[in-house]
C-alpha cells in the first residue's frame, strides 16, 4: 500500500462498520491489516464501535493508529 507523511493512504472508519459486535471488529480489522491500512477512525458517538475496536486490538495496539472524533459545539469542549 503507498505510504505518506501520515501513514497508509487507505485507513478503515469504525462508524456503521462493526457497532458493538466485538467478534467483527475482530474480522474487519484483521482483513484490515492484512491489506496495510493502519489508520483507524472511531468516536464515542459510534455505538459501541470504539469498545470493540478496543477489543480487536487487544494485545497489538502497536499495529495500528487510531483517530478518535468528538462532537463539541464549541472549541473548548474539543480540547
Known amino acids: 500500500m503507498e ?5 497508509p493512504v ?3 472508519g469504525t462508524w456503521n462498520t462493526f457497532g458493538s459486535d466485538a467478534r467483527l471488529a475482530h474480522a474487519v480489522f484483521d482483513a484490515a491489516l492484512d491489506t496495510g ?3 483507524f477512525d472511531s468516536s464515542p458517538m459510534y455505538q459501541g464501535a470504539e469498545a470493540s475496536l478496543a477489543a480487536a486490538l487487544a494485545g497489538r495496539r502497536e499495529a495500528a493508529s487510531i483517530a478518535t472524533m468528538i462532537l463539541a459545539g464549541y472549541v473548548e469542549g474539543g480540547l
Not at 505510504?3 to 501513514?7: A, K, T
Open 10 to 12: 487507505v485507513g478503515l
Open 37 to 39: 491500512s493502519r489508520v
Open 3 to 7: 505510504e505518506r507523511r501520515l501513514g
